[in-house]
């Protein structure tokens, strides 16, 4: 499958954003998906988590409360809605595919596919 990231851009703190990821492919929901941020000089971290039919989904504690993943099977999309950001917020964003099952997959070596990165800058 192939990833496309979408949606970056420069915001405010305390404004929002919402990314997507176009998934090529008849089998896009095969695939549990998930976002993941790098920032300048740092590893890449895990965001969130959505499973196959998204009934399941998990965040880093740094977003939770803030940030929705959600997806679209019918698009073969996945979005992630960013709420109240903050400059610690300023990273790539990568989606990410994976055929693991059975609990959300948090490490980026538990990922399969990956989309080329769209830049978030949030400024103070």
């Known amino acids: 499958v192939q990833l496309q990231a979408s949606g970056g851009g420069l915001v405010q703190a305390g404004g929002s954003l919402t990314l997507s990821c176009a998934a090529s492919g008849r089998t896009f929901s095969s695939y549990a998906m998930g976002w993941f941020r790098q920032a300048p000089g740092k590893e890449r971290e895990f965001v969130a988590s959505i499973s196959w039919n998204g009934g399941s989904t998990y965040y880093a504690d740094s977003v939770k409360g803030r940030f929705t993943i959600s997806r679209d099977n019918a698009k073969n999309t996945v979005y992630l809605r960013m709420n109240n950001l903050t400059p610690e917020d300023t990273a790539v964003y990568y989606c990410?595919?994976?055929?693991?099952?059975?609990?959300?997959?948090?490490?980026?070596?538990?990922?399969?596919?990956w989309g080329q990165g769209t830049q978030v800058t949030v400024s103070s």
């Open positions: 990410a595919a994976t055929v693991l099952s059975g609990g959300p997959a948090i490490r980026p070596y538990e990922y399969d596919y």
